[in-house]
């Protein structure tokens, strides 16, 4: 399992459940004993490396002898746990964005089902490496937050790693792109049709349902920006300065809904692979007079 640091949140509802178990048991022991639990457990919830669940806050508040009040104070200290936030500029800045991208890999390596939906930019998951770099060092991009050339170049070794589940059989993972992903290029348009021939490719391959919401075809979400879902369980979204992290299941389940209603209403199988070898070889311009662009079969 990826370790993740205590944020300042789980210390702040951790610090609330231990002042609370302080009035009525001396040790963690003593609770865990009354509640039948495991000590450990009591232990990781009073430092933030575990974060409750309501029945756990439930249980904690009737042993301590707590109120209403209090079961609502800790329900919001919990929602505002479940929260975290990664500023891109603290890793930048300490050399850190390798590190951050190799433990993205591992939290995606533990999970059987990743949902990723985008509605303007190809996922990270499924970017070629030219793609990547002229992403990543657009003038609006990282450079703002203090990106080197050097920490850009690492970044985008990371991710061409955790691009390995791709080919993993066991694994189920889940696109949806806005059609605008596959016109919005960051360079030169050689390598968004080089791209579109990476995404041909992917949609082939036996653990990748790679669907596109065509431009003709009303959109059943509000596009406001890209998400992805690791099984059930953490949702994942990113702003232009930091990486967000939830596992709130209100949110959980509401994002996964959003995605089932663009991935019914999106093109798959053969249609999307003609629409991207449309798309491809309509940026390549009137010059083509081959069968293919860049790789992509034109139909």
């Not at 889940?174 to 596959?182: D, K, M, N, P, S």
């Not at 348009?189 to 082939?204: C, E, F, K």
């Not at 059943?220 to 059930?232: E, K, M, R, T, V």
């Not at 369980?233 to 709130?248: G, V, Y």
């Amino acid at each position: 399992m990826s370790r993740r640091k205590v944020t300042q949140q789980r210390a702040r509802l951790g610090n609330r459940l231990r002042e609370l178990r302080a009035t009525r048991f001396r040790s963690g022991a003593a609770m865990a004993r009354h509640l039948d639990w495991q000590q450990t457990r009591v232990s990781k919830l009073e430092i933030g490396a575990q974060l409750p669940g309501d029945g756990d806050l439930d249980a904690w508040v009737a042993a301590t002898g707590a109120g209403p009040a209090v079961r609502v104070e800790l329900g919001e200290l919990l929602t505002q746990a479940r929260i975290e936030h990664r500023a891109w500029a603290e890793d930048y800045r300490s050399g850190g964005i390798a590190a951050s991208q190799a433990q993205i890999g591992e939290t995606e390596a533990e999970a059987t089902i990743i949902r990723e939906y985008q509605p303007s930019m190809i996922p990270s998951i499924v970017q070629t490496v030219a793609y990547a770099r002229e992403m990543l060092t657009a003038p609006g991009g990282p450079v703002l937050v203090g990106a080197t050339p050097d920490a850009v170049e690492a970044l985008i070794a990371e991710r061409v790693k955790r691009q390995a589940l791709l080919y993993e059989r066991h694994r189920q993972v889940q696109i949806v792109l806005g059609q605008a992903a596959l016109t919005v290029h960051f360079g030169s348009v050689d390598t968004l049709i080089g791209q579109l021939d990476r995404l041909v490719t992917v949609a082939g391959l036996p653990s990748v349902d790679l669907r596109v919401l065509p431009a003709g075809v009303p959109s059943p979400i509000l596009p406001l920006g890209g998400f992805s879902i690791h099984d059930d369980e953490t949702l994942w979204w990113e702003t232009l300065t930091r990486e967000m992290r939830s596992t709130d299941p209100e949110e959980i389940t509401a994002h996964t809904r959003l995605f089932e209603l663009a991935r019914e209403a999106a093109t798959a199988g053969p249609d999307v692979v003609a629409l991207m070898q449309r798309v491809a070889a309509e940026l390549h311009g009137p010059s083509v007079s081959s069968p293919t662009t860049a790789g992509v079969r034109v139909p």
